[in-house]
């Protein structure tokens, strides 16, 4: 039958049910209005017979009990009326409705009189409650049961012999109360259960969904049982929780298992829960028993195959003709389990095929139930992590019942006895356990460690994970820790941490990674030994070397740079004030960052020299201090490691920035008065510069550099120093470009004449470099008058004359003032030639420096007096 | 009335992570008209950021700075003053204020920013101003011991520039002000 047709002839069904009830009720509504109350209950269980129907579906059903409902509501009304005016007993309609001569009607009617009787208090509530709810054992169809257990629920809410409840009787009825409820309870679960065997096999699905619709009328008993005032913790633990799980157990049926296990955590409190952990999670692993062999069953379909590649072939076919990407979807997965199986095969062996096969099975998608033995888990642990977080005076509890114990064995039992549930299952009940054991035990750092323990044990013998889900997951839970303690440092302790992590793919590992810095950054955590150094960097491996195997030819260019600037941030964060410790964190990171490749050290190697260099001054000062005394750490040391490591770049080569990096180094080693370690750096330097550094741009920044340091340094002897500046003076003639020849060469001036320094004056030197620069400066101009056929720029005149100027002003004999006025004549005349081009910015700067002349020769004194010979009109 | 951001030396990430959170927190978008840097920023991550404190943003190039195209230096007008930006390795002796003013002649301008040292300097310059803003990060040198992080804002009106100095030390942010008008004499108030 099609569909649309079904659903016409139910609408149909239903419409002469409800017309049905309507047409009773008004003869039953005329005849209580004329007191015939025999005429009434007749009407009123021929309206009630309308309930009998089988063709409903439950949600239609639901609406026809609804409108019989509601009439019975003013027939009770009419009843306690009835009674209380005395025109009958109650005790005699109680009898009277039971000569109603179908089943159900009858049952609907006594339960109607029952609520009046017990209102009445003629008779202990305790035994009418009793009697109808044997009673209802009558209605064995599960629709029809179902409903009429549920209106025996509804009417008697209000009339349960609880504590303090107007009905109490004498001698403990609370647990007449609870005995009422459960034993309805477990009736209205079995018909619930049994619901999924009526009917036909194919419309098994179909069962399935309806069922889980009606799923709330069960669960509101165990709603009705945690209302009770007289539950208290002891009698939950003694007699209620074990009963409803008993039910739940023995009742073998997935779908009822799960929805309540979920109900009993929803309804009843947490402390409960806490207080009865052990009752609740040994009930979990039976659940999964069951649930592996019902599913079993269902699967019958299957035929049980003999040989796995026949289950394959057997789910495909079949699952063919139920769905179409799906199936396509699981006859990959089919495959690529028996591709790995090799691996699990011995796993697989001690589970037997039966399991196996049953495992597998097909319908399992189709079937899958709305709540799980993870979702139950993950709940528990949920309310029990925000019940924690409610008030810490809660938390000895915790402690007190072992809850992180009872926890963790339950959910390894789980995961144990449920081998093929996948990764993300578990990680995802690991994630719950970990926030638990965060939030209950936040100083428990081996609870921590445990879970992750446990995530590795179950991960262990798998190749990188490739689910994104668990793999999302997995970085949920190693980012918990994080977060709760803004500390690094606290995973750093935990020996798993890096085991979890190493079960990311490569891409992912370093996302992990890159959170690691930022939290570290973020927090300005400190890590300070050489022991979490060594720690740390085990965790962001990815980040520091090319872990075994992984391609680089993908690599996005951009976020290397950003992984490893990340890197090179971070090792400012490694440090310990004490000098030792810090030398040991120094060569643990140079162990580590040597590793990294050709690609990593420009960007790792700056860092960590320059982390050494600022230990390096911290020793300078202390140097007298430590006496004659063997300390481990002193600036010979780390000017070592130093070497070691520029070296190491430099043949990555990245000349120009280890030039960079000797040059800081020998200026440091000038500081600390080491000539020797000095003059090697400088050697480095200029191996590079010669040998490395091609650019001719590179070029001029390099000589300028190196012009500068030596420029500082003042430990070097006679000789060496005469070697170095020769050196560079040299350099600085050569290089490619006149311009930059000249500026490099009058910049050398100042090698010769250090103003604080009594040993460099050498004025005579000082002006042959001068003079070296105007020739380069005319041969610049000659050059210019050849390629171009006018007169280059006198810029650099104009420069050199600022350089005269400079150490005419600090007293230099050779510079004299006539050297000076020849010199500013010369540019005058440049720029007055014929074939001179008009450059306002040579025009401005010689005007300025002719104002400066004027300017020193106002000033008055002994430089007024140097100033006065200078004619500058 | 414009605010000018003169800054460098950031050295990041080879010498400091980042900036100081409380330069960070003081230094928001849209306040600042002009930023200029002189240089050894010195990846582009940092660019970027002082492009979003403000998008006027002139950069000279650091002996660092892993971006060539920077030039090596650069001059421009805001009001009534011509400023000039260098980094200052260029400038040999380091820091020697006498070769300073020959780079402030030859780029013929009132008001010279360089960098290199590390070190915050502020000085009246016949007839001009020589300023070096330091480094924002307190980064390492081996030219200045015990460097505090330090950056420099410039307040132009007319002709007239107040120059505010803010060091951080000790965790706590000080402020200077140097008062300069042009063409009119100048003085110094702490």
Same mark, same amino acid.
């Given at each position: 039958m099609a569909p649309d047709a079904a659903a016409e002839d139910e609408d149909k069904w239903l419409a002469e049910g409800v017309a049905g009830i309507q047409h009773n009720a008004f003869y039953m509504h005329r005849s209580l209005d004329s007191n015939n109350l025999k005429e009434a209950l007749k009407f009123s269980a021929q309206m009630l017979s309308e309930l009998r129907t089988s063709r409903l579906s439950p949600h239609k059903y639901y609406e026809l009990y609804m409108r019989a409902f509601d009439e019975l509501r003013k027939l009770e009304l009419f009843f306690r009326e009835e009674t209380s005016r005395g025109n009958c007993s109650v005790v005699d309609l109680y009898e009277l409705v039971q000569h109603a001569g179908n089943v159900l009607p009858r049952l609907y009617l006594l339960c109607t009189v029952g609520s009046v009787y017990i209102k009445s208090? +003629?008779? *202990?509530?305790?035994?009418?409650?009793? %009697? #109808? &709810?044997?009673?209802? @054992?009558? &209605?064995?169809? *599960?629709?029809?049961? #179902?409903? #009429? @257990?549920?209106?025996? /629920?509804?009417? /008697?809410?209000?009339?349960? *012999? %609880?504590?303090?409840? +107007?009905? +109490?009787?004498?001698a403990d009825t609370v647990n007449d109360a609870v005995e009422f409820v459960l034993q309805n309870f477990i009736e209205m679960n079995k018909l619930w259960v049994r619901m999924q065997h009526q009917g036909p096999f194919r419309e098994k699905e179909k069962r399935e969904k309806e069922r889980n619709e009606l799923r709330d009328l069960v669960g509101k008993n165990l709603h009705v049982l945690s209302q009770i005032e007289g539950v208290d913790l002891d009698m939950y633990k003694e007699s209620v929780l074990p009963r409803v799980l008993e039910q739940v157990v023995n009742c073998k049926d997935e779908l009822a298992q799960f929805y309540l296990m979920d109900c009993i955590i929803q309804v009843f409190p947490d402390e409960y829960h806490l207080q009865t952990l052990e009752t609740l999670l040994s009930a979990c692993p039976q659940l999964q028993l069951h649930h592996q062999k019902s599913s079993c069953s269902d699967e019958g379909l299957l035929s049980q195959p003999q040989h796995p590649g026949e289950a394959v072939a057997v789910a495909v076919s079949c699952s063919n003709t139920v769905e179409g990407e799906g199936a396509q979807h699981l006859c990959r997965r089919e495959k690529r389990r028996q591709g790995s199986r090799g691996e699990q095969e011995e796993e697989r062996r001690r589970r037997g095929r039966q399991q196996l096969l049953c495992s597998r099975g097909i319908l399992e998608k189709q079937l899958r139930p709305t709540v799980d033995i993870k979702t139950v888990l993950s709940q528990l642990m949920d309310r029990l992590s925000n019940y924690a977080a409610s008030s810490t005076e809660v938390l000895p509890e915790f402690l007190q019942v072992e809850a992180f114990a009872k926890l963790n064995s339950a959910i390894g039992k789980v995961i144990e006895a449920q081998v093929d549930m996948p990764s993300v299952g578990a990680i995802t009940l690991f994630v719950s356990l970990l926030t638990f054991a965060l939030r209950v035990h936040p100083d428990r750092l081996d609870y921590v460690d445990q879970v992750l323990g446990a995530c590795v044990k179950k991960l262990s013998g798998k190749a990188k994970l490739e689910d994104s889900k668990a793999t999302k997951q997995i970085v949920a839970l190693l980012s918990a820790p994080l977060e709760k303690y803004n500390s690094v440092v606290t995973a750093l302790e935990l020996p798993n941490y890096a085991q979890v992590m190493d079960h990311l793919d490569s891409g992912t590992n370093k996302v992990m990674a890159m959170v690691i810095i930022q939290s570290i950054m973020k927090n300005t955590t400190c890590i300070s030994t050489a022991d979490k150094v060594e720690a740390l960097f085990e965790l962001i491996k990815g980040l520091i070397r090319d872990i075994d195997g992984a391609q680089d030819d993908e690599l996005d260019e951009e976020d290397f740079k950003e992984e490893q600037n990340s890197v090179a941030r971070l090792i400012h964060i490694l440090h310990n004030d004490d000098p030792d410790e810090m030398l040991k964190i120094i060569c643990a990171v140079q162990k580590h960052i040597l590793l990294g490749g050709p690609k990593r050290l420009p960007f790792t190697v700056p860092p960590l020299v320059f982390s050494a260099l600022k230990l390096v001054r911290r020793l300078q000062g202390q140097d007298g201090d430590v006496g004659g005394e063997e300390v481990p750490a002193t600036p010979k040391k780390i000017f070592q490691i130093l070497h070691q490591t520029i070296e190491a770049l430099s043949s990555v080569p990245s000349p120009e920035l280890a030039l960079r990096l000797y040059l800081q180094c020998a200026e440091a080693a000038n500081d600390c008065d080491v000539e020797p370690v000095a003059y090697e750096f400088f050697t480095q330097a200029f191996v590079l510069y010669e040998e490395e550094v091609t650019d001719s741009k590179a070029q001029v920044t390099a000589i300028h550099l190196i012009i500068g340091t030596l420029q500082r340094m003042n430990i070097f002897g006679v000789e060496n120093r005469d070697t170095l500046t020769h050196k560079t003076t040299g350099y600085s003639a050569k290089l490619l470009k006149k311009p930059d020849q000249c500026r490099a060469v009058y910049a050398c001036s100042h090698l010769f004449w250090i103003d604080d320094q009594d040993g460099t004056k050498d004025g005579e030197r000082v002006l042959l470099c001068l003079k070296r620069a105007l020739r380069i400066a005319n041969a610049a101009q000659q050059m210019a008058n050849a390629t171009k056929g006018s007169s280059g720029s006198v810029a650099l005149f104009i420069e050199i004359l600022n350089k005269y100027l400079y150490f005419f002003e600090k007293g230099n004999p050779q510079i004299t003032s006539s050297v000076i006025q020849g010199l500013i004549e010369l540019i005058t005349t440049e720029m007055q030639s014929e074939n001179a081009t008009s450059e306002p910015s040579a025009d401005a700067f010689f005007a300025r420096t002719l104002r400066y002349i004027e300017f020193q020769q106002q000033k008055g004194g002994s430089v007024a007096e140097k100033y006065e010979a200078i004619k500058v009109s | 009335m414009v605010l000018v951001l003169a800054l460098g030396d950031l050295h990041i990430p080879h010498r400091a992570p980042d900036l100081p959170a409380k330069f960070k927190s003081m230094l928001v978008p849209g306040k600042i008209q002009h930023i200029i840097c002189t240089g050894n920023l010195c990846i582009k991550e940092v660019h970027d950021y002082l492009k979003s404190l403000c998008p006027d943003l002139h950069v000279t190039r650091g002996e660092y700075d892993e971006d060539a195209r920077y030039p090596e230096n650069k001059t421009l007008t805001i009001g009534q003053f011509k400023l000039g930006i260098c980094h200052g390795h260029q400038v040999i002796p380091w820091g020697d204020l006498d070769s300073l003013a020959m780079l402030q002649r030859q780029l013929d301008v009132d008001i010279l920013v360089t960098g290199h040292t590390h070190q915050f300097k502020a000085y009246k310059h016949e007839g001009g101003v020589v300023i070096n803003p330091g480094s924002?990060?307190?980064?390492?040198s081996s030219i200045t011991y015990d460097v505090n992080p330090s950056f420099v804002l410039m307040d132009i009106d007319g002709l007239r520039v107040v120059v505010y100095v803010y060091e951080l030390i000790d965790g706590e942010v000080k402020v200077d002000k140097i008062d300069f008008k042009k063409n009119a004499t100048t003085h110094v108030s702490h």
């Open positions: 208090k +003629e008779a *202990p509530a305790k035994d009418l409650l009793k %009697d #109808l &709810v044997e009673m209802c @054992r009558g &209605v064995q169809h *599960p629709l029809r049961g #179902l409903f #009429l @257990r549920s209106y025996l /629920s509804q009417i /008697s809410r209000d009339k349960l *012999p %609880d504590i303090g409840s +107007e009905y +109490e009787g004498d | 924002a990060t307190g980064a390492y």
